[in-house]
């Protein structure tokens, strides 16, 4: 080795080195603050075009809808969500718990008033025995909120075991594979509805967590690399060139072995049963995204719109039970007043989506009074 050499091969080490032993890249990262207040923005719009009846959904609006509704809209969220416990302050299995069941005991409330009481009120206003139906399976369904609260029990027995990153994963692995026994079981020999919070026991069984679990465990991974990275801008382009290849490699194969991936895996059943090929696809999606996010944040030019996302992920939870709450008493009662129109449904959307942030603005507000 030259003199020369000796003196750059340490140089070219330390530019080579992407990740630090420590804790470097903390606080609020913008482009997960982006990706999440996109991704409550598209929830919103889906479950307005789902909840509106007669809905034309050859439409290309609902073809739009139904992309950024799918991979850049639960996922992402619970990819995030993952990464978010990286980032938290709170990781004491304790507290980990504490919000876990904070969560649940919100989502069934939640079903409860947004759903749940319309439907006893036009129960007893119509004598409808179908109310009665809705009732049970809307108040007792597994929606995201539900699944974020596993996700944190799941996580808070992760910290009291002490498991390491590649643990996680492993974990996932097996849990997914159990998700396929479990439901192998159920469609061959016997059903348990009662397995809807784990498996996607029925119809209603939207999110359950054994289905769900790869993608906070991919935000787990993901967060546990960026908070250590020394170059943001080279992690992101390496992850953005990977996942484009990945999404890219699992596309053009099924198309050359005569099959549609994509409308094989999203569907309105398919969707809420994920699995390996699914968990790669959309993974793979989901952090391109979130890299394309990264770059447009460099650029330092949406004042407003940064603002307006930057708020929506602050206030991710409260603008998904004002929605909800928006949906199930407003629709339940004036759905028939609504044309099955594209622009229609869009507008009420958007209409949906300012009123929710507004009512998360004062709850926010309101709950930071009773505090002083």
């Not at 009846?53 to 073809?63: A, E, V």
């Not at 005569?258 to 790669?280: K, L, R």
Request: hydrophobic fraction near 50%; charge should be positive.
């Amino acid at each position: 080795m030259t003199h020369l050499h000796k003196h750059l091969l340490p140089c070219y080490k330390i530019n080579m080195k992407l990740f630090s032993d420590e804790n470097i890249n903390t606080g609020r990262q913008t482009e997960l603050d982006w990706a999440r207040g996109f991704a409550v923005f598209f929830m919103i719009l889906v479950h307005v075009k789902i909840e509106l009846p007669g809905f034309p959904f050859s439409s290309l609006y609902s073809k739009v809808l139904e992309f950024v509704g799918s991979p850049l809209a639960a996922p992402t969220f619970m990819i995030l969500l993952g990464a978010g416990i990286v980032y938290s302050k709170n990781t004491e299995p304790k507290k980990l718990v504490k919000h876990g069941l904070e969560l649940l005991l919100l989502h069934y409330a939640l079903n409860f008033t947004a759903f749940g009481l319309p439907s006893l009120i036009m129960l007893a206003q119509s004598g409808d025995l179908t109310y009665r139906e809705e009732f049970f399976n809307y108040t007792f369904g597994v929606d995201i909120l539900a699944f974020a609260g596993l996700t944190f029990l799941f996580f808070a027995l992760k910290e009291k075991l002490r498991m390491e990153s590649v643990h996680v994963v492993f974990a996932a692995l097996a849990l997914s594979c159990l998700n396929y026994i479990i439901t192998w079981v159920m469609n061959n020999f016997w059903s348990w509805p009662t397995l809807g919070l784990l498996v996607r026991a029925n119809e209603y069984s939207y999110f359950p967590f054994l289905s769900w679990i790869g993608y906070p465990v991919m935000g787990y991974v993901l967060g546990r690399h960026l908070i250590r990275c020394a170059d943001k801008k080279r992690f992101y382009k390496y992850l953005f060139a990977f996942s484009v290849l990945i999404t890219a490699t699992i596309t053009l194969g099924s198309l050359k072995y005569g099959f549609n991936i994509w409308s094989m895996h999203f569907g309105p059943e398919e969707y809420y049963y994920q699995d390996f090929i699914q968990y790669i696809l959309v993974g793979g999606i989901c952090f391109t995204w979130i890299s394309l996010l990264y770059a447009l944040s460099e650029l330092k030019v949406f004042g407003f719109a940064a603002k307006t996302l930057s708020r929506w992920s602050r206030n991710v939870t409260a603008m998904y039970c004002a929605q909800w709450l928006i949906i199930g008493w407003a629709f339940i009662f004036f759905v028939d007043l609504f044309p099955a129109d594209p622009l229609i449904n869009f507008i009420i959307g958007i209409v949906v989506v300012i009123l929710s942030d507004g009512a998360a603005v004062l709850y926010k507000k309101l709950r930071g009074s009773s505090k002083k």
